[in-house]
């Protein structure tokens, strides 16, 4: 009894072979799909051919002279002769001869003929002599192996030299040197539609978004501007530090507004040849102009878009015939058009000033580090695809993550997971949290780093030191963890602190408090064993970098009051700690003298105070790193408790420079 329902219906499906009942299909054969060119394949095909060459191609004797070939044909030596173009070939006939040893049954075995070769001479005499000596011969014609001597005289010869010259054209290809597609725009274009990103997406950069808003409504909306007569902006700079997302709002505005996009990093446009640049923005306009409206995003536009007026070596470079022609596209299409050009960039600073005039990026907007508000709200969107435990407070983890981007707060969350699935875990946790901000600041732990006994005991008062000075310095940043487990490159211990609210500007009491706080370790130290040791050398650097500071750029010292002393070049936007890439010295040797000598008073005398502070409390510090060296690990609040408990936190006496 046969069916006609679905399930018993047969539909026979392409690509190969089936079987009769609905057994499984073979693999489509598709045996060059996947293949690849190789330096390996050149070497067995060269292989292939010199064993050919050895086993069929006859072996090649050496010649003669014709004279000697002669004489031999006389001596009845030779008995046949092969006649061709080339040469003359004589065979000798077949010997019976006796082997030596005792007597056999066949005692005659037949030894091999010998071949002579010469080169033919016009003598009409050779015929004649070989009918005389009665000696066969015959013409060889060698248009059989024509074709072989074709395959293996031509063809492939110039095939191994073509797969080498594709080799070679590939790997140029690969480096962005591929001649034949020089003027061809490596944009990724991503299309209407396909764009899943939205502004509820971005967070942490509200008035941002506020600004590409306009972007965005011109975009669907463009004639409530045209008819009132205004023009939107042909091209919006986002400029912000590293991982703030600026590549992430370029792609909200392209998902909401539902156009084309155009994305293309700065570096893409500059190859090895003069022109390709160029080429390139004209091949990349001309596409944008046939999709439009559509948005084209160039990242990272300080690659092309640095200044000309400090080009040292002058002439017109590849870099600077780039940004020329991107100079001229962006003059060249009509604000009406619905085509939109934004870029970003971390370095505003080198770019030469006819982008940023007005006609040309003449909107920047700024995407800056968020604030509390912005890193809860950014922790919120990333926290969504994970499973949280609801006792995680993600407002203790963004008071916690100050200063952090929204790539950093990213990273915070996916971390945190990894530590709750390796903890056998199947929540997320407020400690695996916490566990993730100490990772990415200090470190990973290393507790199978053995350190002796002597050593765990300096780290322990190194640490509390630095502890300790913290919470008896007014406005200092709370201490959250105290531990003596090594993390990172070199960190056999570290003091974590977190601030309670974002700072934007910094009194001069509190950057000696922070100076204060760095040297609290080597106080201990000195203090408690009566010698120095390396590791309080980070400590030293930061201190000393604040000072220099506060004198050649704060204006903080009582010769060069309210003057800046440096003319600083302008800093990437990155992390505040980062150093400055340009230093001009812009004073006189003397005045170097009393930056030293400053400095050095600066913090000679806050060491001082430090270590005054740490000999009245030396009790206390004892109690704290016993309990540290007991338990590796010191919580805020069991750190709070200690002092707390001992005694009250003492008033900071006064610091200033000048006292």
Request: hydrophobic share 40%; charged share 25%; proline share 5%.
């Amino acid at each position: 009894m046969s069916s006609n329902g679905p399930e018993n219906s047969q539909k026979r499906k392409p690509g190969g072979p089936q079987f009769p009942f609905g057994g499984p299909r073979l693999p489509d054969f598709k045996p060059f799909k996947d293949w690849k060119f190789s330096l390996v394949y050149v070497l067995i095909l060269v292989a292939g051919m010199s064993l050919f060459n050895y086993v069929f191609m006859k072996k090649v004797n050496p010649t003669i002279d014709f004279s000697e070939f002669k004489a031999k044909i006389v001596s009845g030596e030779i008995k046949r002769v092969e006649l061709t173009d080339s040469y003359f070939t004589g065979y000798t006939a077949l010997k019976r001869e006796l082997p030596p040893g005792p007597r056999v049954k066949n005692p005659y075995t037949m030894s091999p003929e010998v071949i002579y070769r010469t080169v033919p001479i016009n003598d009409p005499e050779i015929i004649k002599l070989m009918d005389e000596k009665r000696v066969s011969y015959y013409a060889v014609s060698r248009e059989g192996n024509v074709i072989l001597n074709i395959i293996f005289s031509w063809v492939l010869p110039i095939g191994f030299f073509f797969l080498i010259w594709r080799f070679l054209l590939k790997r140029l290809g690969n480096m962005g040197g591929n001649v034949l597609s020089v003027g061809q725009n490596r944009a990724v274009i991503v299309a209407e539609g396909d764009i899943v990103t939205r502004f509820a997406d971005v967070a942490g950069v509200d008035e941002a978004k506020e600004e590409l808003i306009e972007v965005v409504d011109f975009l669907k909306n463009p004639k409530k501007y045209t008819d009132i007569g205004g023009k939107i902006p042909k091209g919006v700079l986002l400029v912000g530090p590293p991982g703030t997302g600026k590549t992430l709002l370029a792609r909200a505005v392209a998902g909401e507004a539902g156009v084309s996009f155009f994305r293309m990093s700065g570096a893409d446009f500059v190859e090895m040849f003069v022109g390709v640049g160029a080429a390139r923005v004209r091949d990349l306009f001309k596409q944008a102009r046939d999709k439009a409206p559509c948005i084209i995003f160039i990242d990272e536009l300080d690659a092309i878009g640095k200044s000309r007026i400090n080009n040292i070596a002058g002439g017109n470079d590849e870099r600077e015939q780039t940004l020329n022609q991107l100079l001229v596209e962006m003059d060249g299409f009509d604000a009406t058009s619905g085509l939109i050009i934004l870029a970003a960039t971390n370095r505003p600073d080198v770019l030469d000033p006819a982008l940023l005039r007005p006609g040309r990026f003449d909107r920047q907007v700024l995407v800056d580090r968020p604030d509390l508000k912005g890193r809860e709200a950014i922790l919120k969107i990333h926290a969504k695809a994970v499973k949280l435990n609801p006792q995680v407070d993600l407002d203790a983890i963004a008071r916690m993550t100050s200063g952090f981007v929204g790539a950093d707060l990213a990273n915070i969350v996916n971390e945190a997971a990894l530590l709750a699935v390796r903890g056998g875990r199947q929540l997320v946790s407020q400690k695996d949290f916490e566990e993730a901000i100490e990772k990415t600041v200090a470190g990973l732990q290393k507790k199978n780093r053995i350190i002796s006994k002597e050593e765990r005991r300096i780290v322990a008062f190194h640490e509390t030191g630095h502890a300790l000075i913290a919470a008896f310095t007014p406005g200092s940043d709370p201490v959250q963890k105290i531990s003596i487990v090594p993390r990172g490159f070199g960190a056999l211990g570290y003091t974590l602190q977190m601030p309670v609210e974002d700072r934007y500007l910094m009194t001069e009491d509190e950057l000696l408090g922070k100076i204060d706080v760095l040297l609290g370790g080597r106080a201990a130290e000195e203090l408690i064993f009566g010698k120095l040791s390396t590791g309080a050398a980070n400590d030293l650097t930061r201190a000393t970098d604040i000072a220099r500071r506060m004198i050649t750029d704060y204006g903080m010292s009582s010769r060069f009051k309210h003057v800046a002393l440096t003319q600083r070049g302008a800093n990437m936007l990155g992390s505040p700690q980062t150093p400055e890439p340009m230093l001009h010295r812009e004073y006189s040797e003397a005045t170097q003298q009393y930056i030293d000598e400053e400095i050095a008073h600066i913090v000679e005398k806050q060491y001082a105070s430090v270590k005054n502070i740490l000999t009245r409390n030396k009790l206390l510090l004892n109690t704290l790193a016993g309990l540290l060296l007991e338990k590796e690990t010191l919580d805020e609040k069991e750190f709070k408790d200690i002092v707390q408990s001992t005694q009250g936190i003492p008033e900071k006496e006064e610091r200033r420079i000048n006292a």
